[in-house]
T-cell receptor, first 113, second 113 residues
Framework: QKEVEQDPGPLSVPEGAIVSLNCTYS??????FMWYRQYSRKGPELLMY????GNKEDGRFTAQVDKSSKYISLFIRDSQPSDSATYLC?????????????FGKGTKLSVKP | ETGVTQSPTHLIKTRGQQVTLRCSSQ?????VSWYQQALGQGPQFIFQ???????GRGNFPPRFSGLQFPNYSSELNVNALELDDSALYLC????????????FGPGTRLLVL
């Protein structure tokens, strides 16, 4: 079992839809959770950053972390064609001197006009 | 734009050759990490440098080596290139303290023939 599981999709939705992206993980030591957006042939861009359980909202984006279920989500409201990209979840163990992110495989999202 | 730059953007090498990739971290960031992203996969951690010392390494062989310089810029060296080394190589930087977020550069796409 991989440490972080993410459905690679592809996921196709119409413009304006609510998008739900999810990851599960197996290591209960993870405490920091991130979502990155990666456009084709570009580096990952940090979207959301959450510490421990709870919700965090930033504009059209909401990140949720449920540590009891080892499940994290990213919701995109009023999706736009410019949101078409690959979304990567990533997590890290708190205080780890190595500081390496563990990524999911990424979910490819396409928002159709 | 994250302020992390990488060079070159693209590179083609043949099996057995050696390659050096370069990264300039975001201003004020003293930690740099390197990741390998194969096509359709999430980034995989190679190693991390903090104040010119390697302080964490993923599951990569010794032919992957690195350097960090006093200005916090960094190099990734790969010897004896193999076909499977073809990937996008990403550099990420972060500041000190408890800030766990990492900011990625645009990557160098390496093709090994």
């Amino acid at each position: 079992q991989k440490e972080v599981e993410q459905d690679p999709g592809p996921l196709s939705v119409p413009e304006g839809a609510i998008v739900s992206l999810n990851c599960t993980y197996s290591n209960s030591a993870f405490q920091y959770f991130m979502w990155y957006r990666q456009y084709s042939r570009k580096g990952p861009e940090l979207l959301m950053y959450t510490y421990s359980s709870g919700n965090k909202e930033d504009g059209r984006f909401t990140a949720q972390v449920d540590k009891s279920s080892k499940y994290i989500s990213l919701f995109i409201r009023d999706s736009q064609p410019s949101d078409s990209a690959t979304y990567l979840c990533a997590m890290i163990i708190s205080g780890g001197s190595q500081g390496n992110l563990i990524f999911g495989k990424g979910t490819k999202l396409s928002v159709k006009p | 734009e994250t302020g992390v730059t990488q060079s070159p953007t693209h590179l083609i090498k043949t099996r057995g050759q050696q390659v050096t990739l370069r990264c300039s971290s975001q201003s004020g960031h003293n930690t740099v990490s390197w990741y390998q992203q194969a096509l359709g996969q999430g980034p995989q951690f190679i190693f991390q440098y903090y104040r010119e010392e390697e302080n964490g390494r993923g599951n990569f062989p010794p032919r992957f080596s690195g350097l960090q310089f006093p200005n916090y810029s960094s190099e990734l060296n790969v010897n004896a290139l193999e076909l499977d080394d073809s990937a996008l190589y990403l550099c990420a930087s972060k500041g000190g303290g408890h800030q766990e977020t990492q900011y990625f550069g645009p990557g160098t796409r390496l093709l090994v023939l």
